[in-house]
């Protein structure tokens, strides 16, 4: 049998969706047997790679380097998961937008609320953001959507197992969907 | 007093004079999703989270203000309906700033219930992120503009329970929003009793207990129909100097 290529990916979140997934504990066991962990901030992997299956989305699309990410995600994966509320509705990351645009996010962040020497970030390598942070699905298509704030593992594992049966997973209920 | 027989999803109940569909629902078992309903004070039809399908209306009607009237057959949990309900609350998770992950009211929401009852894993319309205050000017209690529905618990259960009105509507449209008083703050709204009975009538994280944190706020909605029961029974004034 060949094995199921899973693929985790960390946009603008606080990480703590991937920390999530790794309290599956001793699933984890189970699941590696099962899957080929192609690319994840857990692995050492530079690039995205194609003909991945399972692809997990943490965060909401923030700057530029995620709308390249999320693109290149949708493009080389079957079945895409919008990961934890920050992917499905913006949630924490998105707070910002009702300051109406970038420049002003700046400002207050790295001018106005600065305790010593107020100043942009300037450098080539920092990504810029976007005008709006946006959920994932406002992007690109997205297969199926596993809310929660983070998500737990039972949730998690709620989703992946029917994917490694080949079903479509469905999930319902507050013990599954309620965001937060 | 005179009885109706009407049915409700194929079922027959029976409503006495005055009392609502969503009424007869209640007391049959059936469950009507409701959220500008509270227990206890006056209906308005406003969420329309209650809509219902009755034959030979072509409009859908709002169970909360629909007489419950003899040989009225009506469905109340048609797929029809459902997509309704589910757009409503998606209506309102977008037109907000509802951030579960850090509202007071998480897990005892409200709308966040509402949610996972219709099946809303995600929201399909665009968030519009508005820009709205918090007002933290009273001594007691504190108001998210940001997670207020606008369902107007808070102004009738003031005006109706308390009979004071410190609360009402101001502005049209997606400006509309609720104000103390002649729009001061609250803390300076000199007709609040600080009683917090809007904070205990508040379906989501809008009103709050200061320094309560992220799921603190658990409200005692019983408090507020014990009290408007009480007021109806006129048990309340019940000793020697009570009216006869």
């Not at chain 1, 976007?130 to 998500?151: I, N, R, S, T």
């Not at chain 1, 709620?158 to 997973?169: F, K, N, S, T, W």
């Not at chain 2, 820009?131 to 005006?159: E, K, Y």
Request: net charge negative; charged share 20%; proline share 5%.
């Amino acid at each position: 049998m060949t094995r199921i290529k899973l693929a985790t990916v960390w946009l603008g979140g606080c990480s703590g969706c991937h920390m999530s997934f790794l309290d599956l504990d001793e699933w984890l066991f189970e699941l590696a047997q099962q899957v080929e962990l192609v690319y994840s901030p857990f692995a050492d992997v530079k690039t995205y790679p194609e003909g991945v299956d399972v692809a997990l989305v943490e965060g909401a699309v923030a700057n530029q380097d995620h709308l390249e990410m999320i693109r290149q995600v949708r493009d080389r994966s079957q079945f895409l998961i919008s990961f934890g509320d920050c992917a499905v509705t913006g949630n924490v990351t998105a707070i910002r937008n009702v300051l109406g645009a970038a420049e002003p996010v700046l400002t207050r962040a790295y001018l106005e609320a600065a305790d010593v020497r107020p100043q942009l970030p300037e450098a080539d390598i920092l990504p810029p953001l976007l005008e709006a942070v946006m959920p994932v699905h406002q992007v690109v298509p997205v297969d199926c959507y596993l809310p929660g704030c983070p998500p737990n593992a039972e949730r998690i594992r709620a989703v992946l197992e029917p994917l490694l049966r080949g079903d479509r997973p469905a999930l319902s209920g507050a013990d599954f969907i309620r965001f937060g | 007093m005179s009885v109706h027989t009407l049915t409700i999803d194929q079922r027959l109940v029976s409503a006495r004079q005055g009392e609502t569909v969503l009424d007869a629902a209640k007391e049959a078992g059936i469950s009507i999703p409701t959220l500008c309903y509270l227990d206890g004070i006056s209906t308005v039809g406003a969420c329309r989270l209650c809509l219902v399908e009755v034959e030979g209306q072509s409009k859908l009607l709002p169970a909360c203000v629909t007489a419950a009237a003899e040989g009225m057959v009506v469905q109340t949990h048609t797929e029809h309906l459902q997509r309704y309900r589910r757009m409503i609350v998606e209506l309102l998770l977008a037109e907000g700033n509802h951030i579960c992950a850090v509202c007071v009211s998480n897990g005892h929401c409200e709308l966040q219930d509402l949610a996972v009852d219709m099946g809303v894993d995600h929201v399909g319309l665009a968030y519009q992120f508005p820009d709205r205050q918090v007002d933290i000017s009273h001594q007691r209690f504190g108001l998210d503009h940001n997670r207020c529905v606008l369902c107007t618990r808070c102004v009738r259960a003031c005006d109706e329970l308390e009979g004071v009105h410190t609360w009402d509507m101001a502005g049209r449209g997606r400006n509309s929003h609720v104000v103390s008083d002649l729009n001061q703050p609250w803390g300076e709204a000199s007709s609040c009793t600080s009683c917090g009975k809007c904070v205990s009538a508040c379906p989501t994280g809008a009103l709050f207990d200061r320094g309560s944190t992220v799921g603190e706020m658990q409200r005692d909605r019983d408090r507020l129909s014990f009290i408007a029961n009480a007021r109806q029974e006129r048990q309340v004034a019940r000793g020697p100097h009570a009216p006869s």
